[in-house]
């Protein structure tokens, strides 16, 4: 069984919450954190400076960066649309650059906004996905960056890929060495889920959010909670990440979250 590094997104907390954070980042010999950059930041604008900024106090602090999230967060793009692709690719090179700053090996993409595909068909949608991953995967290779694709649920308004075996579907289509699958626990609370099925795919995933909301996976653990910890803590994934979504940090429930990710897949 692989010893797990274990990370805590920034989606969890705010600017002001930085020295608890580290603080308890430390003391519970967590690996450190997944970062999006606007909800650190206000705006894309002299990100790259910004990050530069943040980074030496990380590094002082010895907290790594596992994955850059919440990539196209405010950024009025669509894959779909044909006057996009060029400044897509180039808002990529600019997150390349970022996961470069942090030493960060992997990009996380959600963002449904980003992949809303309109009137276009399924099928046709998903031609037009394959192939600009498949184009944008050699530059993810010559960066040695992985891109980590997420499934989200229809619950957060996702209009095209809301269930993991589509997910699966798309990433075995595109076939490529640097783009694989980050796998959010939300999955189980909007869809019924088959662990044969996991368990056949899970070479494809590269990382794993345990997505918390409202402090609840751990306090009232269903039966699929604790049937895929399970899974996750025999599975080949060295990654996983803990994403509490929450209107305010509580101090208490956060440690305590961060003590039963270490309990159940450390």
């Known amino acids: 069984m692989n010893k797990k590094k274990l990370f805590v997104s920034n989606l969890c907390w705010k600017k002001e919450n930085l020295k608890f954070?580290?603080?308890?980042?430390?003391?519970?010999r967590i690996s450190g954190i997944d970062f999006a950059p606007l909800n650190y930041f206000k705006s894309w604008k002299n990100v790259l400076h910004n990050c530069k900024t943040l980074n030496k106090f990380l590094n002082k602090e010895n907290i790594k960066v596992n994955a850059i999230q919440g990539v196209f967060y405010k950024k009025n793009l669509n894959i779909f649309k044909n006057k996009d692709e060029k400044k897509i690719t180039k808002h990529f090179l600019e997150i390349i650059k970022i996961c470069k700053i942090f030493k960060a090996k992997k990009i996380i993409l959600g963002s449904s906004n980003f992949r809303d595909p309109?009137?276009?068909?399924?099928?046709?949608?998903?031609?037009?996905?394959?192939?600009?991953?498949?184009?944008?995967?050699?530059?993810?290779?010559?960066?040695?960056?992985?891109?980590?694709?997420?499934?989200?649920?229809?619950?957060?308004?996702?209009?095209?890929?809301?269930?993991f075996s589509h997910m699966v579907r798309l990433v075995k289509k595109i076939n490529s060495s640097n783009i694989k699958i980050n796998f959010d626990t939300s999955i189980f609370h909007f869809e019924p889920y088959n662990f044969n099925f996991l368990s056949k795919n899970i070479r494809y995933i590269k990382n794993i959010q345990v997505s918390q909301p409202g402090f609840k996976y751990f306090e009232y653990p269903t039966f699929k909670n604790r049937s895929f910890l399970k899974s996750i803590k025999k599975s080949s994934t060295k990654s996983i990440s803990l994403e509490i979504i929450s209107k305010k940090i509580d101090e208490n429930k956060f440690l305590m979250s961060l003590k039963n990710l270490k309990k159940h897949v450390g």
């Open 21 to 28: 954070i580290v603080k308890t980042i430390k003391h519970e």
């Open 118 to 163: 309109g009137q276009i068909s399924s099928s046709d949608a998903d031609e037009i996905f394959v192939k600009y991953f498949k184009n944008l995967n050699k530059l993810l290779k010559k960066n040695k960056i992985y891109l980590c694709l997420e499934t989200i649920p229809k619950k957060y308004n996702e209009n095209y890929i809301s269930k």
